[in-house]
């Protein structure tokens, strides 16, 4: 059965992951919010129908966990995630071949190559291949959709699930897509079978051989597949490559020949002998680390790649140009002549005007405190002027790490972990189940703004909402950190500085764990927050910059006052301040007082 669909659509990367998810059939979509993949659960609860189950989890080893529950259940599933979060997921994702799957299956993991909002840029390339299953790489947006709709029937035909792999530029591109008519797929039911679905030791070897029996096959499988395709053209260069790289290999070199690889693993060896045998000079062009090229060397075949092409950050036309140039493939470019542009102003990123993490921070640096941080836009209280977190390693890493410092013997100032509501609940919630545990001296503070921020937004469980805005329960901060015997457990208005002041200096100065909840909304998401706005009273300025320490971008140098005694007087952009108060309750003069309007 087949649903008619529209014309062409201009959809980002993204977007067509979701479109070809919901074509293919899924029934299920689940993910855990993460630059660069966030859109496509957004995009799939804005277009599929309410029979169609889409919510964010709270973390990504539960979503594929979900994910491949619902598949053992008979129902077609999308599970979505950035590349680090692969590794959360890793224990259930090195199994899951071995079980193998009911309904299709496909994870999706979005690596951001160049660290535009990831803490690494690892390869997850090489997960797929360690997983044993089934990777496609597509490099545009008709290709994702194409490939999300192969990939489940591939998941079905060999009973394993696959991984979809795009980056950033893949992911946040728009390209033109033309939908093919919907899938309707067959009802399948779930079927006790212990001995495949049970991974005790016994049944689990069964899986592996399962598993190498079917690597075989998709072996001789993927040496057919029309995803892998050769462009021959001029035959003194050759390029094999995938996703975003094949793109930027056409720009740069239009007339070499190309071997495009859909399909990572496994990889078409003989396509690839083949291909070497009818050029004469052979490159492999690649973001990140040299894993095609490593895999053409090992069959023996003479193949250039990583000395001209960068392994760190993300390939673009330019380095792709600069490459070939230094290999002699391309004549240098005459420099442009030289402009005289203003040289651009650097800008560091900072929290939004009326961030509710800011007084937190700026009592722990007051405090002199050891701040174990986390992921989050609230990691940039590590920059100036701020100045107030001194690790951040990984999602849930701030508990642990900060009851690693404890028995490490750090005393001479507090040990304060300081995570958001949003990763507590991701995984911080058995840190801090063992922080108790080892009756730890420490403080946790929760940065409580209801949402995941930094992706967007999104909403949490503790948001007491789905990813479609309907009402669902919500968790009690507060007494999830009392049940797990956390004490004190004290909630703060971070907004009010005398009172996190206090509440923090009690906390770090009590024994145990104690846990400090700062709970406001956050200033954008889901709907922007503005207050009464505030001026600053330039008879009563004297510069002193104790404003400007909270690092607040509304709050800048009036260039056109008198300065007092050589100092800058401030003022305040009407356009960014939100009201918050923060500032005008730490000015010693009174200088900052509501505006006189808005």
């Known amino acids: 059965m087949a649903t008619e669909v529209s014309t062409q659509q201009l959809l980002l990367g993204n977007e067509a992951v979701a479109l070809g998810a919901l074509h293919a059939g899924v029934r299920v979509a689940t ?32 979503a594929l966990d979900e994910g491949i529950g619902a598949s053992l259940a008979g129902a077609r599933v999308l599970v979505t995630m950035k590349h680090v979060g692969l590794n959360v997921a890793m224990d259930a994702w090195m199994t899951s071949p071995l079980v193998g799957v009911n309904g299709g299956l496909v994870l999706l993991c979005a690596d951001d190559p160049g660290m535009h909002s990831s803490q690494n840029e690892q390869d997850s390339r090489y997960l797929g291949k360690f997983a044993g299953v089934p990777m496609f790489e597509p490099s545009d947006s008709q290709e994702i959709y194409d490939f999300m709709r192969e990939a489940y029937r591939v998941s079905e035909q060999f009973d394993t699930p696959c991984l979809v792999r795009t980056t950033t530029r893949v992911s946040h591109s728009r390209s033109r897509v033309l939908p093919s008519a919907a899938e309707a797929p067959g009802e399948r039911s779930f079927e006790r079978n212990p001995a495949k679905y049970v991974m005790l030791p016994v049944y689990a070897r069964m899986g592996r051989e399962r598993l190498l029996e079917r690597l075989g096959r998709l072996a001789a499988w993927c040496e057919q597949h029309p995803f892998t395709r050769e462009e021959m053209r001029d035959t003194a260069v050759g390029v094999i490559t995938s996703s975003i790289s094949y793109q930027h ?100 990123p900072v929290l939004c005007p009326g961030c509710p993490h800011v007084t937190p921070f700026m009592v722990l640096r007051e405090l002199e405190a050891y701040v174990s941080g986390d992921i989050g836009c609230y990691t940039l209280g590590a920059s100036e002027p701020l100045r107030a977190m001194d690790t951040c390693v990984s999602m849930g890493s701030s508990i642990g790490m900060a009851v690693g410092m404890w028995k490490a013997g750090l005393k001479q100032h507090p040990i304060v972990a300081a995570i ?4 507590f609940l991701h995984g911080g919630v058995p840190a801090l189940a063992d922080a108790v545990w080892n009756q730890a001296d420490l403080t946790v503070v929760i940065l409580d703004n209801g949402v995941a921020a930094m992706t967007g937004g999104q909403p949490t469980v503790e948001f007491g909402a789905n990813v479609r805005g309907t009402e669902t329960a919500r968790i009690d901060l507060a007494g999830v950190c009392r049940a797990l015997g956390a004490d004190p457990v004290v909630a703060v208005d971070p907004y009010d500085v005398g009172a996190v002041h206090r509440t923090l200096l009690a906390a770090t100065r009590s024994r145990g764990v104690s846990v400090v909840i700062t709970s406001r909304p956050c200033v954008q998401a889901p709907d922007k927050l503005v207050g009464r706005r505030y001026e600053i009273d330039p ?27 050589n100092r800058h007087r401030v003022r305040i952009d009407p356009d960014q301040c939100t009201g918050c108060t923060v500032c005008a309750q730490i000015c010693p003069h009174l200088a900052i007082a509501p505006a006189s309007r808005g």
């Open 31 to 62: 993910g855990y919010p993460g630059t660069p993949s966030t859109e496509i659960i957004e995009h799939m609860a804005r277009i599929a129908p309410e029979s169609v189950q889409v919510q964010w989890a709270t973390n990504e080893k539960v």
């Open 249 to 348: 290999v056409r720009e740069v070199l239009p007339d070499a020949s190309v071997l495009k690889l859909g399909i990572t693993h496994p990889l078409p060896k003989e396509r690839i002998r083949a291909f070497a045998g009818k050029v004469d000079r052979l490159f492999v062009v690649e973001e990140t680390d040299p894993y095609l090229e490593d895999a053409v060397k090992a069959l023996g075949l003479a193949v250039e790649g990583k000395t001209f092409f960068p392994q760190a950050g993300e390939l673009t036309p330019e380095l792709v140009r600069k490459g070939f140039i230094a290999a002699g493939v391309l004549a240098p470019q005459q420099a442009p002549a030289a402009q005289d542009w203003p040289a651009a102003v650097a800008r560091p």
């Open 420 to 423: 958001g509501d949003s990763t």
């Open 539 to 565: 008879g009563r300025c004297v510069g002193c910059q104790l404003c400007m320490n909270t690092g607040c971008p509304a709050l800048g140098w009036d260039l056109e006052a008198e300065p007092y005694e």
